[in-house]
């Protein structure tokens, strides 16, 4: 599969919205009335979408280490690290809490650029143009934009929606929310659209870019998140059905989904984010810090052990496991020898593995890596329909089999056949499977920025933070504060129409 280099593509020649500058501000010196000529142009302003998710506001630390902190299976190692970090992860953050304030109006940049190609292909409507070409990347710059709003909708509830090219930014100065309830029907819209017109297979066969699978996919999970079973069973089992056209299948070594120099040619990733090794670019773009974020300080290769797992999330994790292997570095090596996670220089407990240790081309502390991350892949699918079959049908055979193909992967141990974890047998309730389903995600995506939106949709917030069998204990998480963030306060500053803030901030 291809690697795509987004820093070389020229980016969206044209005026990008923020709400948090309100402001016109050129990516190119290129005007915008003359940018879009043909099917290419059209392309490269869709690639650059993929230039601002693909950096450090967004894909590459701020929004991904918000989501993995706030869930319970990844805690604050080095309390050295900044007070905005924190509060992400002790709930206890505020209004003006640095990680959202960069969150909101990189989001923002991100919907605009697709707004601007969506309005670009929809401008070349003379003969001469590709008009099947044109509606694949409208598909596609529409997928990235549900893709966003899903993120957005999610962390902060009601918020602006704009589905539309700002050619005047005061006139969106005072711009309103819309509710929870009109976003999803837009997200929903704009998937809906994509599964009618992106191809089978995305160009080249990249999972950088979207496909008809890609689609029906998150169409599953927005589906899963609203309660509403039925439709994320009949697009899961989609997707599952037509996996071998969709060229999609579990990888064989759970290792090699986190090895960089082994995803290009992964088949398990549906929709995933391409960064490039030991490259930089303009406005953060290409700036992958995960690594860094969970490796160990005062190793051979430098992290900063700011995300860390609690004790609990690595002593509770069964031996036999394969994939807490995959997950952890419990060693590594410190000055050419390997060492336990009881002498690390400064947080003496298991780190995240995924991310550090092959990170491929990347610097001496595992940052700008080469990673692809995966934003959604096969396993996940899988997931998603035994979750949403067993509340449709109960605990049926075909519900148990998806989870028994995870379970089945997970037995190899780097090529070695183990009897451990075993097949889910007959005879579970409808409750019992339910909680399986969700032990089984927590383990299987464990660390893949996935957690706290199970734990939000699932309302488990009270029984993960407070219950007797927490493993991140916090005695202050409220449910009727802290399933969402507040809204930036320097947005509410400018436009109080953006008020009322969210319950409890």
Known sequence: MKKINYITIVLLSLFIFSCTELDEIP?????????????????????????????????????????????DMTDIGERGTPARRQQ?????????????????????????????????A??????????????????????????????????????????????????????????????????????????????????DNSRSRPSK????????????TLG????????????????????????????????????DATKEHIFSFDFLGSQSGSGSTNDDLTGALTGVRGADVQGWSVAVPSLDVYNTWDDRDYRKKVAFADSTLING???????????????????????????????????????????????????ALNEVSGPTDEALGYVNRIRERARNWAGTTVDFPADVQTGISKDEFRNLVLEERRLELSFEFKRWYDIQRRDLGEEAFTGTNSLEPHSNFDSSRDYLLPIPQDELDRNPNLLPQNSGY
């Open 88 to 120: 992400i992860n002790d709930f206890g953050v505020d209004a003006t809490n640095g990680m959202i304030t960069a969150i909101w109006p990189r989001s923002y940049e991100i919907i605009s650029a697709a707004n601007y190609a969506i309005a670009g």
């Open 228 to 263: 509403n079973f039925q439709e994320a069973y009949n697009h899961a089992k989609w997707v599952i059905d037509n996996e071998a056209e969709l060229d999609y299948d579990l990888e064989s070594d759970y290792q090699d989904l986190f090895d960089a120099t082994k995803q």
């Open 122 to 203: 929809e401008s070349l409507t003379d003969a001469d143009a590709d008009q099947t070409a044109l509606m694949q990347l409208t598909a596609e710059a529409r997928l990235v934009r549900a893709f966003i709003y899903f993120n957005l909708v999610r962390m902060f509830g009601d918020i602006p929606y704009i589905d539309y090219a700002i050619s005047d930014p005061a006139s969106v100065a005072d711009i309103s929310k819309t509710s929870e309830d009109q976003v999803y029907e837009g997200i929903i819209a704009d998937l809906e659209f994509a599964t009618e017109n992106l191809p089978v297979t995305p160009p």
């Open 213 to 224: 699978g890609t689609a029906y996919t998150i169409l599953a999970d927005v589906y899963l």
């Open 27 to 71: 990516v190119t010196d290129i005007s915008p009335e003359g940018y879009f000529k043909d099917v290419a142009t059209v392309e490269a302003a869709v690639l650059g979408t993929y230039g601002y998710i693909a950096s450090e506001g967004y894909w590459g630390r701020k929004y991904t280490l918000t989501i993995m902190l706030r869930a």
């Open 337 to 387: 020898v390997l060492q336990p996670y009881t002498v690390y220089s400064t947080v003496k407990r298991p780190h995240i593995a995924k991310y550090f240790e092959k990170p491929g081309n990347s610097n001496g502390e595992a940052r700008y890596s080469d990673h692809n991350y995966a934003a959604y892949r096969y396993g996940e699918v899988l997931l998603t329909a035994a979750e």
